[in-house]
């Protein structure tokens, strides 16, 4: 009902200001600086509405008249014009998936071999430069890193990752740190990361330091766990911090393919609120997917206000409570996050070719050495 008032009552306020016409507004006359309450006005109503639709009633949307699209694409693009051009590499949990969907089934149907840009073996590490970078956390950027060529794609297959190597001019040998991208494996032109910076990490705190033009070496595929459609009916992935990233990307495949069935419950566990990463973009998908997707938060240090979810570890009588128990059918459950979470969680791995024994909670509760992947 809400947002059909908005619909009703925007559409006038958008023809009166917004929609484009053969004479848009010049910035040089209507602008933050020479009408700074009007443009502050409308902004804020611009971005209730727009909030509204696009996150809230994303269904909507798509019976909107054409003149309304037009005028919500146009309202972004002065928006962003605004603010010097800058558009935010992170969806914020506005992605369309049916859109997604759509173009994935498409591209499949196509079967083109798409060039890529790792592809393994005695490629070595090849240098690519740094477009833009984005704050998404006090201590977390998304960094946009071009390929060779702009329409290549990763090469990444589900799931794996990238090496990046940086050797600095007092390092007696080179550092190396593997990251799992969160854009999509088929996008041109581009690979986004999603880097926490550590205190002591080296690898971390010198990508923090690039600029937009500065280059870093990657090497890749690392191939993790293959995943083919409806692999597995139902599985859990237990991430702490960004051991999302590899989740994520499992995600992405499973809600991308329209011929997927896969249940996934997402037990993600953090030291506070603010630490959660791609909070936006899962809540989308359990918004989206209501019947195949649960997300359940943990936090170490919770504000006192906060009941999004448990406060503490990720323990054992949340895992028993929330995960498919060992006796389902086909069940796997994966694992990413710091070698504490490991122990206590799943064991810890020997090394990345060797899983290690199966221990911790999910032991006890009695799963398999067959049913775990430690990421």
């Known amino acids: 009902m809400f947002a ?4 009703r009552a925007a559409r006038p306020i958008a023809n009166k200001l917004n929609r484009p016409t053969s004479r848009p507004i010049s910035t040089s006359t209507f602008s933050p600086t020479s009408h700074p309450i009007i443009w502050t006005f409308g902004t804020v109503l611009g971005g209730l509405l727009t909030y509204e639709l696009a996150v809230r009633q994303p269904a909507l949307v798509a019976r909107l008249p054409k003149d309304w699209k ?3 694409a146009w309202r972004q693009a002065q ?3 605004a603010l010097g051009g800058s558009v935010s590499l992170m969806q914020g949990g506005t992605e369309d998936w049916e859109e997604v969907r759509r173009k994935e089934t498409e591209r499949r149907a196509k079967g083109v071999a798409e060039k890529k840009a790792f592809t393994g073996g005695d490629q070595g590490f090849v240098d690519l430069v740094l477009e833009k970078a984005e704050d998404v956390s006090h201590n977390s950027k998304v960094l946009r890193f071009k390929l060779p060529e702009d329409s ?3 090469g990444l297959e589900i799931a794996s990752a990238i090496l990046t190597k940086f050797q600095g001019p007092d390092d007696a040998k080179p550092t190396l740190r593997p990251y799992t991208p969160i854009s ?7 690979v986004d990361l999603l880097v926490k910076a550590y205190p002591n990490g080296p690898m971390s705190t010198h990508i923090h330091s690039l600029k937009p033009g500065d280059k870093l070496a990657f090497k890749g ?5 293959p995943w083919t459609t409806n692999k597995h009916p139902q599985v859990a992935l237990i991430a702490g911090g960004t051991g999302i990233t590899p989740m994520y990307q499992l995600i992405r495949t ?4 329209e011929r997927d069935t896969t249940s996934v419950t997402v037990v993600f566990g953090n030291v506070s609120e603010p630490d959660i990463l791609l909070k936006k973009e899962l809540e989308q998908l359990e918004n989206t997917f209501p019947r195949r997707m649960r997300v359940f938060y943990a936090l170490n240090n919770p504000p006192k206000s906060w009941t999004g979810g448990k406060a503490g570890h990720v323990d054992k009588e949340l895992l028993q409570t929330v995960l498919p128990g060992p006796d389902t059918e086909g069940v796997k459950v994966f694992v990413c996050g710091p070698p504490g979470m490991y122990k206590a969680i799943s064991g810890a791995k020997k090394s990345p070719k060797d899983q290690g024994e199966i221990g911790g909670i999910l032991k006890e509760l009695g799963y398999t050495e067959t049913q775990v992947y430690k990421f």
């Open 4 to 7: 059909n008032r908005s619909i």
């Open 184 to 190: 999509p494996e088929s996008a041109q032109g581009y």
């Open 79 to 81: 928006e962003e014009k």
């Open 152 to 154: 290549m794609v990763s």
């Open 221 to 225: 595929p690392l191939p993790k766990y």
């Open 70 to 72: 037009e005028t919500m």
């Open 254 to 257: 499973i809600f991308s393919d």
